[in-house]
């Protein structure tokens, strides 16, 4: 550093030198700088990267308490994992099954009064246990916060029934209890309602001389995709959930590429959204904001595992206090008018986003309400059908009548237009002059054509939707040999309609329906 000073001798080491009272200056500004430099790194850095580790630590837990040993097993039947393990039973007018005592988990459960086909003989599957084929189910626990080492109940633990003969149904809870033996005692008592939804709540009571803090978690966890996975665009199947951002929608293919996503909320939901069917954890509780991740993972046989979590923030238990934890969880059908009312009386915040209503919502929900209202009234969704599409073709009728009117001058004025084609066919700035005044001349527009039919587009697209996601059109019988209006014409041209008995690529599949449509 080189000081100029204005009297040469007031620096005692000459003209162009430091100053003593500059070098000591510089000394205390470096040592200063040091001194802040390793307080910000014992008071600042080093705690943050203590609680980034301890958060990478706690994330390696969780994934660890989360993960599914028995996924790594041979696999099984569906009846054979169903009898390795002690049950409780479930029972209601719309669900039925059994909670597994190993693990504490809801993996058994179907419904009473969706069947897997017309003939109303299998009831339709939507849990079933680890280690059987389509493996899915619900599980609940708690995970240690950081610097916590107190045994926790895992997919191992057996849990025991207050009552061995107890059976889960509307009015009756079920609670089981586990003791880790170190102080912990956990409790986790399982309520259902008359329809889809379950009430979980947990609790820890600390008979210890410490305090514990956990963190509550809950799960969905699903083995390959749906047995009748069939992706396409308009209809969202995968993992699903309303954050702090609003609603997150990620396909199983996501999920192949990024086998990770984090959200979180105050109060939000998550879960698995199929056709007909989803698969929630809601939460149910204020303790403070939900951490959720959609993740993937592999079993041993090189099939893909999702899961849906849901992490709430940590609850310390003082010595001889008890924590608890509410959560929910809805598995059954996507039926509008539930959803609006689980929305109402658990105060879920949008759960009718379940059904994949899409961008144009605006129509596709009035035309879901009316589509119902009709079908119900009728006593026959497809006179419902058919009386809506009429409506919307009476009201769209001014629009189309207008594009009719507008063809019918395009093709009035086909002759003339060939003529100055053919006679300016080499000047194009002519020929598109010539266009324009012959437009003019007969008040001839091309849009006028095009602009009506766009319109109705979004319309009968979001018909269409509507009759692709309700669960009530499933299995409806229309007439003769049409007895699912939400399966495809079972006939084929190629097979003379059902006259020659093979089956044939659905590709290919024309049935007579179609067929009538274009012609008339």
Not at 30 to 41: G, T
Not at 429 to 433: E, G, P, S
Not at 438 to 456: D, F, H, R, S, T
Not at 458 to 466: C, D, G, R
């Given at each position: ?21 500059d070098?000591?200056n510089?000394?205390v ?20 990267k ?12 969780a ?36 909670i597994?005592l190993?693990?504490g ?27 059987a ?14 610097g ?8 191992d ?47 820890v009571t ?12 809950a799960l969905?966890?699903?083995q ?34 990024e ?17 007909y069917?989803?698969?929630g ?92 209202w ?5 006593g026959?969704?497809?006179i419902?059908?058919?009386a ?21 001058r395009?093709?009035k ?15 194009r ?5 010539e266009?324009?005044n ?19 587009i ?12 309700s669960i ?5 019988p229309f007439?003769g ?12 041209v190629?097979?003379?309609?059902g006259?020659?008995?093979f ?16 012609i008339?």
């Open positions: 550093m080189n000081m100029n000073y204005p009297n040469p001798n007031l620096n005692p080491n000459g003209p162009g030198k430091m100053h003593p009272d070098k000591r510089m000394i500004f470096f040592a200063m700088c040091a001194l802040l430099f390793f307080a910000y790194d014992f008071f600042v850095g080093k705690p943050h203590e609680a980034l580790k301890a958060q990478q630590a706690q994330m390696q837990a994934q660890k308490a989360q993960q599914t040993p028995e996924a790594d097993l041979a696999p099984l039947t569906r009846e054979d994992a169903l009898a390795k393990s002690p049950r409780i039973k479930i029972d209601n007018p719309d669900l039925q099954g059994s597994n190993r693990g988990r809801i993996d058994d459960l179907k419904l009473k009064t969706y069947f897997e086909t017309i003939d109303e003989t299998t009831p339709v599957t939507l849990l079933t246990p680890a280690r084929p389509h493996a899915m189910y619900a599980d609940f626990g708690w995970l240690p916060a950081p916590q080492t107190a045994s926790l109940p895992g997919n633990t057996v849990w025991q029934a207050q009552d061995n003969l107890a059976t889960l149904s509307v009015g009756t809870p079920v609670t089981l209890t586990w003791n880790n033996g170190q102080g912990l005692s956990f409790e986790r008592t399982y309520a259902l309602d008359e329809h889809y939804m379950f009430t979980i709540t947990q609790k600390n008979h210890g001389r410490e305090a514990v803090s956990l963190h509550p978690y969905l966890s699903r390959g995709l749906p047995a009748d996975f069939a992706p396409i665009a308009v209809l969202h199947e995968g993992p699903i959930g309303l954050f702090e951002d609003g609603l997150e929608e990620v396909t199983y293919k996501d999920l192949d590429k086998p990770r996503h984090s959200f979180s909320a105050e109060q939000g939901w998550a879960g698995f959204t199929d056709k069917w989803f698969y954890i809601i939460a149910a509780d204020e303790s403070g904001p939900e951490n959720y991740r959609f993740l993937r993972s592999q079993n041993a046989q090189a099939e893909p595992i999702y899961q849906v979590d849901m992490t709430g923030a940590p609850l310390t238990i003082a010595p001889g206090a008890t924590a608890t934890n509410v959560v929910r969880s809805f598995q059954g059908p996507k039926k509008l008018g539930l959803l609006n009312d689980y929305a109402k009386q658990d105060k879920i915040d949008r759960f009718d986003l379940v059904i994949d209503f899409g961008k144009f919502w605006f129509l596709t929900i009035p035309f879901f309400h009316a589509l119902t009709m079908g119900h009234t009728f026959s969704f497809a419902a059908l058919l809506l599409t009429c409506l919307l073709r009476l009201a769209v009728f001014p629009l189309a009548n207008k594009s009719y009117r507008s063809f019918a395009m093709r004025i086909q002759p003339q237009m060939a003529e100055i084609r053919e006679k300016y066919g080499d000047d700035a002519k020929l598109q002059q266009i324009f012959l437009y003019k001349k007969e008040q001839v527009n091309p849009m006028a054509g095009c602009l009506p039919i766009l319109i109705q979004p319309i009968f697209f979001s018909l269409y939707k509507v009759l692709y996601i009530d059109m499933r299995h409806a007439w040999w049409i007895q699912d209006m939400s399966a495809p014409d079972p006939t084929s190629f097979s003379l309609f006259l020659i008995p089956d044939l690529p659905q590709f290919i599949t024309i049935g007579i329906w179609p067929i009538i449509m274009g008339t």
